[in-house]
């Protein structure tokens, strides 16, 4: 016989959850799950599998015509239907949405605006007045993302010393160091690693002024603040101190292409070590320095 002391109470008394009423409208969420199971048997082939569109938001659209335009491809065909989708999604209002339905997001506005432009739109066509005006009152293209920023770059749309640095030596920290790459989630490092390429190699190409998108700065773009904003109201925080770090190393990446610039350009002492002259040659490339080949 167990000596365990039974309280009558406890024994007929349903348990209460800690914070208020959690069975409150379980019907319907029980009326929305058998619903839901119903529509999705409803949609099951009869050989038992599922069939159905792909879809995603109209950022891929966006990036689609963004990386033909770099790379100098792609297909007008797909590349004009890419634009019939993008239009197909516009808001009321006259940004772009993450998701249908959903309210428009700074970062698929001008997005979606700048791939409309390359694809030979006029800035005075009432669609994308209708999204200028959005984008402007909701803080302009310096309110988008880091990733935005860096899409941006490629085109001349924005400056490469004003987004964070992201150096790719970042994938050499180890797992136990207290920030690696193996401590964010999938989908992030994916993200993450190809952008720190996309920032070490620094890929340009000069567009046409009017595919640019210059009109999507809050009062133009020279007089703009197109680095992240320091926290003026907490000083001594975690956000102004990665901030410090970033531009101590937009200092440093200053230096060295200063420096490089000088040595590359000094063909006397370039030819004079004749080993490192491939690398000297090849980082000149990279910092716009023509070299003439040694004879």
Excluded at 46 to 63: H, K, S, T
Excluded at 175 to 197: A, D, K, Q, T
């Amino acid at each position: 016989m167990s000596t365990l002391p039974r309280n009558p109470q406890t024994a007929t008394k349903s348990a209460q959850p800690r914070y208020g009423r959690m069975d409150l409208g379980l019907e319907h969420v029980a009326n929305g799950i058998a619903r839901a199971k119903d529509w999705l048997l409803g949609q099951q082939h009869p050989d038992g599998y599922w069939c159905g569109e792909l879809e995603a938001d109209v950022m891929l659209e966006a990036d689609y015509i963004f990386m033909h335009t770099l790379l100098g491809t792609g297909d007008a065909g797909k590349m004009q239907r890419a634009v019939n989708e993008i239009l197909r999604h516009q808001n009321e209002d006259g940004g772009w949405s993450q998701f249908p339905g959903g309210p428009s997001n700074i970062n698929y506005g001008v997005k979606s605006y700048l791939a409309l432009k390359l694809m030979g739109w006029s800035a005075d066509h009432p669609l994308l007045a209708k999204a200028r005006e959005w984008i402007l009152a909701n803080g302009g293209v310096v309110e988008c993302n880091t990733f935005t920023k860096i899409y941006l770059c490629a085109l001349g749309q924005y400056e490469y010393d004003a987004v964070p640095a992201i150096p790719p030596e970042i994938v050499l920290c180890p797992n136990w160091f207290y920030f690696n790459i193996y401590e964010i989630s999938s989908w992030s490092r994916g993200i993450l690693v190809p952008l720190s390429i996309i920032y070490a190699k620094k890929p340009f190409k000069k567009v046409a002024p009017e595919q640019g998108i210059e009109e999507l700065f809050v009062g133009g773009r020279e007089n703009a603040d197109l680095h992240l904003r320091w926290d003026k109201k907490k000083l001594i925080s975690w956000r102004n101190f990665f901030l410090f770090l970033d531009r101590l190393f937009h200092l440093a990446e200053r230096r060295a292409r200063l420096v490089t610039r000088d040595q590359v350009e000094h063909q006397a002492g370039v030819r004079r070590h004749g080993s490192p002259l491939h690398l000297r040659g090849l980082s000149g490339h990279f910092f716009g320095v023509v070299v003439q080949p040694v004879q």
